[in-house]
């Protein structure tokens, strides 16, 4: 997964004044409940707040939350408790029993199927909600037209959705959001019916139509990819909750908890039982072998004899042929290789160290060789640096 440099200079979410504001939101299924018992809450205490011109992806697997959230956003689901103000609007507030009709909140969404009238044409597909708005018929083709050419297809206002491309329809589809005048854009995985490499295109085409027109945007995916490409922001949700809110590199590098380390890219995962040290860093032993962590117990809160997992990337890690000189080196364990996997944009290797199977990325040389000795059920040496572990209580 690339983004192109140009594409990455974008305001910060801080430096903009949110537009949605969200406190207190909780939506269950079931009835007779309070946002405090249970498990089976939808949303439980969202806080939120999106910023102007922002990109917020809301990401996570089915059932978390993320889409009954965008959907409470649009007004087309009514929470139980909490507020929305959207553009400095109270759109919902249940302490004072305020929930402001779908068609009146000033959003737009753009469902998975892009939802086009496919008896339309471009133009008419665009027209029909300002029709709906109650605009001057006379103004309507001139709004229409500085649309569609915004989003560069002016050039096909006679072409049916039908006989469009995937991105031509994106764009129509965005069109048709942006056209009564309304800045902010929700997405609900609008892509996921996408093969891969169409997906990929349609990713930067949204980018910078998101950047040219500076809309502000939500966009729900389960797909971690495409949440790292799109997203200024990232907002991680698990059982109805936000589990991490932040850019994401941040959320890559400092998971805040086991569930967004799992959920966000690929990690080894290192369970250890907490041993003391004479400096108050955190090391320990597992079944793989010891390992030693720059991170303290102070910081982490973990005491002698805690069960811990420290978790760490694929590319943080190397693999060497032989065993080491020492297994008693810091974070450096004897492990036999199962596997090398050549998987496009890097290569994998599948190391067994203890009980612990390990996933570390190799880079072979300006001619594509691997290192030397590195053959399946070869012995070897993995290691990983103490600085790239990242140390959590074993939930």
């Known amino acids: 997964m690339t983004t192109p440099t140009a594409l990455l200079d974008r305001p910060t979410a801080d430096q903009t004044d949110a537009v949605i504001r969200i406190r207190g939101l909780a939506k269950s299924y079931t009835k007779a409940r309070t946002p405090h018992s249970g498990d089976d809450w939808a949303l439980k205490d969202i806080d939120l707040d999106v910023r102007q011109g922002e990109f917020l992806v809301l990401l996570g697997p089915s059932g978390c939350g993320k889409t009954t959230l965008l959907r409470s956003i649009a007004g087309l689901e009514e929470p139980e408790s909490g ?6 609007e109270d759109v ?42 109650g605009v001057k018929r006379s103004e309507i083709p001139a709004r229409v037209r500085d649309i569609l050419e915004k989003v560069g297809i002016g050039h096909l206002s006679d072409r049916y959705p039908g ?9 129509l589809a965005l069109a048709r959001a942006l056209v009564v005048g309304r800045r902010i854009v929700l997405f609900d995985e609008p892509l996921s019916n996408v093969d891969a490499q169409v997906r990929e295109r349609l990713r930067l085409e949204l980018i910078r139509m998101q950047r ?20 200024d922001r990232i907002a991680v949700m698990s059982l109805g909750r936000i589990a991490q809110l932040g850019r994401p590199s941040e959320m890559y590098h400092r998971p805040a908890d086991i569930h967004v380390a799992r959920f966000l890219g690929q990690s080894n995962e290192l369970p250890f039982t907490v041993e003391a040290t004479p400096d108050g860093t955190i090391a320990g032993a597992g079944t793989f072998g010891g390992i030693r962590l720059h991170t303290t117990q102070r910081e982490t809160g973990l005491g002698d004899g805690e069960k811990a997992v420290a978790f760490g990337r694929p590319e943080h890690f190397t693999v060497s042929a032989g065993r080491p000189a020492q297994e008693s080196d810091l974070n ?5 290789l199962e596997a090398i996997r050549f998987l496009g944009s890097h290569t994998e290797a599948v190391v067994q160290v203890g009980a612990i199977r390990m996933r570390v990325w190799v880079h072979p040389d300006r001619d594509g060789n691997l290192p030397a000795g590195l053959e399946d059920g070869a012995p070897v040496t993995v290691f990983i640096d103490p600085r790239h572990l990242t140390v959590m209580r074993e939930a």
């Open 83 to 88: 507020s929305i103000q959207i553009a400095g």
């Open 92 to 133: 919902y507030d249940a302490s004072r029993h305020l929930s402001t009709d779908a068609k009146r909140r000033p959003v737009s969404m753009i469902f998975q199927s892009y939802a086009l009238w496919p008896h339309m044409t471009a133009a008419r597909n665009v027209a029909f909600p300002l029709k709906c708005a």
């Open 163 to 171: 006989q469009m491309s995937g991105g031509q329809q994106q764009r």
């Open 212 to 231: 040219a027109l500076d809309f502000t945007a939500i966009y729900v995916t389960h797909d971690q990819g495409e949440a790292m490409e799109l997203a």
């Open 332 to 336: 450096t364990w004897a492990g036999t």
